[in-house]
């Protein structure tokens, strides 16, 4: 961990990020059962466990690796989970290629939760992004 005032703050947005990416991970595998009925070529459930999966790995990736790389897909986990559960709340796309059509225009209280969890990650981890310090360049001769 870096040195200085910015380290409790690191510490911080570390524990929410994982925090948010597992919550989401844990409803996400929580619900993965009763949206296995929903199909296209691609089931609704599989890709709630795809979603479970990739926020668990993101979770363990930004409290263990502590790298931009690592924070960063943990911001695109959480950003596209989040993006994804506002478009089939609001906007019906209908079924998209191999995808089913996941449209539910009301907020369930799993929704409220994820919703919540997926915004604490993106903070987070934005965070984690925009205030990382940058290492001096070498200079080449």
Known sequence: MRSGTGAPAEGAAR????????????VHARLAGRYDVITATIGQGLL?????????LAAL???????????AFACLVAAGGLALLLLYTY????????????YEPFLTGDKQLTLVA???????T?????????SPRRHRR
């Open 118 to 124: 997926q915004t604490v990650a993106v903070l987070a």
């Open 61 to 71: 990736l930004v409290l263990v690796v502590r790298r931009p790389a690592a924070d």
């Open 91 to 102: 906007v019906d796309v209908g079924p998209l290629g191999p995808l089913p059509d996941m």
């Open 15 to 26: 524990l929410l990020a994982a925090a948010g990416l597992a919550l989401d991970a844990y």
């Open 48 to 56: 709630f466990r795809v979603e479970a999966a990739l926020a668990a």
């Open 126 to 134: 934005g965070y984690l992004l925009l205030t990382r310090e940058r």
